[in-house]
């Protein structure tokens, strides 16, 4: 079992940043992927940036290129979605999600993302 704690959602005006983090516990030497999906009011779930466990390699929607960084920190069994550039059409609610040797995917509850115009 792996438990995932997302947070860092607010609200903040178009151009600026927020920082969003996931902690994963459990058996997390399970996880071969970890990574953000988002959905906003109305739209499917859609993935946003993810990061393999092995040798970090990311991938992007073509939505979040240039503007948000996915990234990791080891010690504190952390991964960081950086957004930059926020645009309105990137609220949504943000989930973080982990993939698993076995095949079982995790979640977390999600941070709501608001951003103004």
């Known amino acids: 079992q792996v438990q995932l704690v997302d947070s860092g959602g607010g609200l903040v005006q178009a151009g600026g940043s927020l920082r969003l983090s996931c902690v994963a516990s459990?058996?997390?030497?399970?996880?071969?992927?970890m990574g953000w999906y988002r959905q906003a009011p109305g739209k499917q779930r859609e993935l946003v940036a993810d990061m393999t466990s092995v040798g970090g390699s990311t991938n992007y929607a073509d939505f979040v290129k240039g503007r948000f960084t996915i990234s990791r920190d080891n010690a504190k069994n952390t991964v960081y979605l950086q957004m930059n550039s926020l645009k309105p059409e990137d609220t949504a609610v943000y989930y973080c999600?982990?993939?698993?040797?076995?095949?079982?995917?995790?979640w977390g509850k999600g941070t709501l993302v608001t951003v103004s115009s």
């Open positions: 999600y982990a993939d698993t040797l076995y095949g079982m995917d995790y």
């Open positions: 459990g058996s997390i030497f399970t996880i071969t992927v």
